[in-house]
């Protein structure tokens, strides 16, 4: 399990993330144009808003080699009153082969380093991360 994710260049986070969320969990190459330009705009509210960077750098990930390595960015937008994501119709695309949402914690199996940076993001929002509650 993994979340969107490509590969991009220096300055193009922002438009990599919308661009990514967009062909992997709504499918956009399959709507039409209108429908496309109205998760444009959606997708530019909700990564408009202020962010958690939740990690910068090199980051363990399983096609590294000796030679090649990828720095990873990944942020948090979050949608505290759904005004963005509850409009979305999740839609598997391009490369995913299914897309829902799901609760998270401690024990989801997570493709390289994305159970950690979900920690993060868990700790930051306050939000629950372990099935293991203290007695």
């Known amino acids: ?13 922002s438009a990599a ?27 530019h509210k909700l990564c408009s808003q202020e962010h958690f960077e939740v990690y910068k750098g090199y980051a363990g990930d399983p096609r590294h080699t000796g030679n090649i390595w990828m720095d990873t960015e ?23 082969e299914k897309v829902r949402w799901v609760d998270i914690n401690d024990k989801l199996k997570l493709y390289a380093s994305h159970s950690q940076f979900l920690q993060l993001v868990a700790e930051k929002r306050g939000a629950h991360w372990s099935e293991h509650y203290p007695e």
């Open 74 to 96: 990944a942020v948090n937008y979050h949608d505290e009153t759904g005004e963005v994501m509850d409009l979305l119709s999740l839609e598997a695309g391009d490369d995913a």
């Open 1 to 13: 399990m993994g979340h969107p994710q490509g590969v991009v260049g220096p300055g193009e986070i």
């Open 17 to 43: 993330l919308k661009r990514e969320f967009a062909e992997e969990a709504v499918d956009s190459s399959q709507k039409p144009r209108a429908d496309t330009q109205e998760l444009g705009k959606q997708l």
